[in-house]
């Protein structure tokens, strides 16, 4: 699976998946997409510079929780979507060993925003 799309409410979430081969860590390249599909203006309010965040796990173990390895910064910040805008946020594992080969298997991320704003939206890939 290359998209997995979730609604909720007045939100559309997709999470796409670019990469084709899998190996290493570098070799994973998302992006988690908000867009508003209401008649009407979104504001989300977050208590740090960091607003959304994602896991990869396997077999139920955690690989990865962005959570745990990005700094935020300590400001209040919105996220407003007017009516229709979309909102991409690339996904990065800049600070995990980008080089570390990934044992073969099923991965599955995670996205969300920080929070509890969203529910979470997932999609899984294979190393092989």
């Given at each position: 699976m290359r998209s997995s799309t979730k609604i909720t409410d007045n939100i559309q979430m997709e999470l796409d998946?670019?990469?084709?081969?899998?190996?290493?860590?570098?070799?994973?390249?998302l992006q988690f997409k908000l867009k508003n599909i209401s008649d009407k203006m979104i504001v989300y309010r977050f208590p740090s510079g960091?607003?959304?965040?994602?896991?990869?796990?396997?077999?139920?173990?955690t690989?990865?929780?962005?959570?745990?390895?990005?700094?935020?910064i300590a400001a209040i910040t919105h996220?407003?979507?007017?009516p229709g805008q979309?909102?991409?946020?690339?996904?990065h594992f800049k600070l995990f060993n980008n080089n570390k080969h990934l044992k073969k298997g099923t991965y599955k991320l995670?996205?969300?925003?920080l929070e509890g704003h969203t529910p979470e939206?997932?999609?899984?890939f294979k190393v092989e």
């Open positions: 998946r670019e990469s084709e081969e899998i190996k290493r860590m570098k070799d994973v390249k960091c607003q959304y965040g994602f896991t990869v796990t396997k077999n139920q173990d690989i990865f929780d962005s959570r745990e390895k990005i700094g935020c996220l407003k979507l007017e979309t909102k991409v946020f690339p996904i995670n996205a969300f925003l939206i997932s999609i899984s």
